[in-house]
């Protein structure tokens, strides 16, 4: 659970207390009784199974597939998959690659539906660049029509494993991923994925020298 719902729910469980001792009205005290539960539920945070696989890219957030696309930036190629999450999707973001944070660029924007293409360049958004190693992994985090707060808990310079919590974005929001070009793609539009355990890609992997040939060089 992500302490914000805590906060929400208790203060809305006051709320509750006091609408009975003043009203004593079943009514109007399950109301707020009501919203805190939804609280609870929006700002769960549940454990997921990382995936250990060498070259793997999971999902930095739950939601579904509603865009994929190659793009040309300054560093070549990459194919940008769009994730929307809808307020019925867990909320917690996490790292889609073992690194080290080499960016991480907030931007002020609008607040336009999450599922429009162009809310990628002009709505509110965090940009986090990771550098895994041999290849860079960058996911934007953005913000929605009812997504009001954008939360990135990583600074320059951390280094984060694979499925980390890394932040949030609360109530309904979008979230882009930029792969290598060599990445070989695991997902499609329309699949629903699970922040930290689905895997979207996954990068080719140096091929290992066969036995006999090793036992040439060593001879």
């Not at 293409?117 to 895994?132: G, K, R, Y």
Request: glycine share 8%.
């Amino acid at each position: 659970m992500v302490r914000d719902g805590y906060f929400y729910a208790f203060g809305l469980g006051v709320i509750a207390v006091l609408l009975w001792l003043l009203t004593q009205k079943v009514t109007l005290t399950s109301l707020p009784i009501l919203l805190a539960l939804c609280f609870l539920w929006f700002f769960r945070d549940p454990e997921r199974i990382i995936p250990t696989e060498p070259g793997v890219i999971v999902s930095p957030a739950d939601g579904v597939v509603t865009q994929s696309e190659w793009i040309e930036t300054s560093s070549g190629s990459r194919l940008r998959l769009s994730i929307f999450l809808s307020v019925f999707d867990v909320h917690v973001n996490r790292a889609p690659v073992s690194g080290t944070v080499r960016a991480v660029e907030y931007r002020e924007g609008e607040f336009m539906n999450a599922m429009s293409p162009t809310s990628a360049i002009t709505n509110e958004q965090t940009l986090v660049v990771i550098d895994a190693g041999d290849y860079e992994i960058s996911y934007k985090q953005i913000a929605g029509l009812l997504a009001r707060r954008i939360i990135c808990t990583v600074k320059v310079g951390d280094r984060v494993d694979r499925g980390q919590r890394v932040g949030m974005i609360k109530f309904g929001s979008r979230v882009d991923v930029l792969i290598p070009a060599d990445a070989v793609p695991k997902v499609g539009l329309a699949t629903h994925v699970r922040g930290g355990s689905t895997v979207l890609a996954v990068m080719p992997q140096p091929v290992a020298e066969s036995t006999d040939a090793a036992a040439e060089v060593a001879s």
